[in-house]
């Protein structure tokens, strides 16, 4: 398959209400996955009754990579493929092949559950994939099993992940803390990543969703969390790398490396967010916690020209005001909760 490029016209890039440009997409590849995380796809209502998306909604790669060339038009530099779980779509490296090779896209990334990471690495990293990012909860068997929620081996995804690294590609552990349940492995983590210059990314618990119960009382502050790894192992703040990076991070003052702490819940960050979404069936979303999107692969597939569909998504990204995570106290002090979409099907 063979796309031509894309001309990137800074003048046309648009920005949003609040002055925030589009410069990251993250691209759900699928809304299936092999675990069952309670805190994002739990059993009781992602069961086999869950109207899973039919395949023929979902972006083929040629829409996929049509729809990318659209943002990398208005100024998208970096791609991040996820879902529910990327590694369940077989056609993943001819994906990452044009997005890298066709579309020239600077930065192509991944981020996986690890567990079917061991057979595919070397193949993502030959089609171009940049770096990968794999969830690790918990380096307890028992633990572990009840976070993914299949009882599955954390020992498994451990391999993929030697496996990433082995292939050279750059790997960044993410870990969703909840108080009660994977807290007390804060210190296990960050010495197990430490002995292999990984870098482990600790995501407070959010309320994506509207099936994972969450309560404010389970979320870790990522002030905590910094302040119990530096009890081990002092910390010394790192600047951000770059405008809109959500991680705080942090370094070892012994210097074995770093880690990165995402406080979205108690210290959020939209002021600075410049991260469109696009859910597996082609809809645009501007927020994590957004209650509709803008149906893209709809408009491509009714024949909109490449004028039209960057029309189209300059349209909705100049009128965005999303800011949920900065509202979010109030909305929920005042009872005014919202349905949002699933994390899985807007890509996490
Ligand atoms: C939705 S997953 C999709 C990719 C892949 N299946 C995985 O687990 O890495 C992307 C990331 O979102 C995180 N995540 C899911 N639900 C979350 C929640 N309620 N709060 C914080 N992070 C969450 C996961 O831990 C994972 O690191
Ligand atoms: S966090 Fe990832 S692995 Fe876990 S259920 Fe969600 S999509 Fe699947």
Redesign the pocket.
């Known amino acids: 398959m063979k796309i031509s490029g894309f001309s990137f016209d800074s003048m046309s890039a648009p920005s949003d209400t609040l002055g925030r440009p589009i410069r990251d997409l993250r691209v759900?590849v699928t809304d299936r996955?092999n675990?069952r995380?309670p805190?994002?796809?739990p059993k009781e209502a992602f069961g086999p009754d869950h109207p899973f998306l039919a395949s023929g909604l979902l972006m083929t790669l040629t829409e996929l990579v049509r729809i990318v060339r659209t943002f990398a038009s208005l100024g998208v530099e970096k791609v991040r493929l996820?879902?529910?779980?990327?590694?369940l779509r077989s056609d993943l490296p001819e994906i990452i092949r044009a997005l890298k090779h066709d579309l020239g896209i600077a930065d192509v990334s991944l981020?996986?559950?690890?567990w079917l990471l061991a057979g595919r690495a070397a193949a993502l990293r030959a089609a171009g994939l940049d770096r990968i990012?794999?969830?690790v909860?918990s380096l307890d068997e028992a633990t572990a099993g009840r976070m993914n929620g299949r009882g599955f081996s954390v020992g498994r995804v451990l391999e993929g992940i030697d496996a990433a690294a082995a292939a050279g590609l750059p790997v960044k552990i993410?870990?969703?803390l909840q108080r009660g349940v994977n807290d007390s492995e804060i210190i296990a983590l960050c010495g197990y990543f430490r002995e292999r210059g990984q870098s482990l990314r600790f995501?407070?618990?959010?309320?994506?969703?509207n099936t994972?119960h969450?309560s404010h009382a389970q979320v870790v502050p990522a002030r905590e969390i910094v302040r119990r790894i530096s009890e081990a192992w002092p910390l010394e703040p790192v600047g951000p790398a770059y405008r809109g990076e959500v991680s705080a991070r942090y370094r070892y003052a012994d210097g074995r490396g770093e880690i990165g702490v995402?406080s979205?819940v108690t210290e959020p960050f939209c002021r600075d967010c410049n991260r469109a979404r696009l859910s597996a069936d082609g809809r645009l979303f501007t927020c994590l916690f957004a209650t509709t999107g803008w149906d893209v692969l709809g408009r491509l597939r009714s024949g909109a020209d490449d004028d039209a569909l960057s029309g189209f998504v300059a349209g909705i990204w100049r009128a965005r005001t999303d800011r949920y995570s900065e509202e979010r106290a109030g909305l929920l002090a005042a009872g005014a909760g919202r349905e949002k979409v699933e994390?899985?099907y807007i890509?996490?």
């Open positions: 759900s996955c675990f995380c805190y994002c796809m996820t879902g529910g779980e990327p590694l981020t996986t559950n690890g990012n794999v969830s909860d993410n870990c969703v995501i407070e618990y959010m309320d994506v969703g994972n969450w995402i979205s994390m899985s890509g996490g």
